[in-house]
């Protein structure tokens, strides 16, 4: 499995993006930007067992874990917000090791990008589901 973006794009990266983007129509624009460069899921993949429980959008994960221990993480959603939201989290948490993606914090990285303000409370729950469902599949 390649990286989801099919280049890597890192935590550091997306948080320039979001500190030189002035106001959440700034920063919901590059939520856009990101969920248009993640590419679709297969319909073969989008199903009940790949389902992420939480979001008010229908969701999908699916993972891998390499030889060395690395997951790569991808993740589809049917609303470009929550596939913009799930892009700043694989940028995070794919290409990483389980001790590494449980070490990562993620309350300072959502801080930085300063989103969970605009978010409804369904969102940032839905979000905060697929960082669970995330850290889940890499414990198992």
């Not at 690395?70 to 700043?88: P, T």
């Amino acid at each position: 499995m390649t990286h989801p973006f099919g280049t890597e794009i890192t935590d550091t990266e997306v948080r320039a993006l979001f500190a030189a983007a002035q106001g959440w129509e700034a920063r919901y624009r590059q939520l856009i930007l990101l969920a248009k460069q993640l590419p679709p899921l297969a319909p073969e993949h989008k199903t009940e067992a790949n389902a992420i429980h939480g979001c008010e959008s229908q969701a999908w994960l699916l993972s891998e874990q390499d030889e060395k221990g690395v997951w790569q993480f991808h993740c589809d959603s049917d609303a470009r917000i929550v596939k913009g939201l799930m892009a700043v989290v694989l940028a995070a948490l794919s290409n990483k090791t389980a001790e590494q993606i449980r070490a990562f914090d993620m309350d300072t990285y959502f801080a930085e990008s300063q989103l969970l303000p605009h978010l409804s409370p369904s969102r940032g729950n839905g979000l905060r589901a697929v960082v669970t469902a995330i850290k889940t599949q890499a414990e198992s």
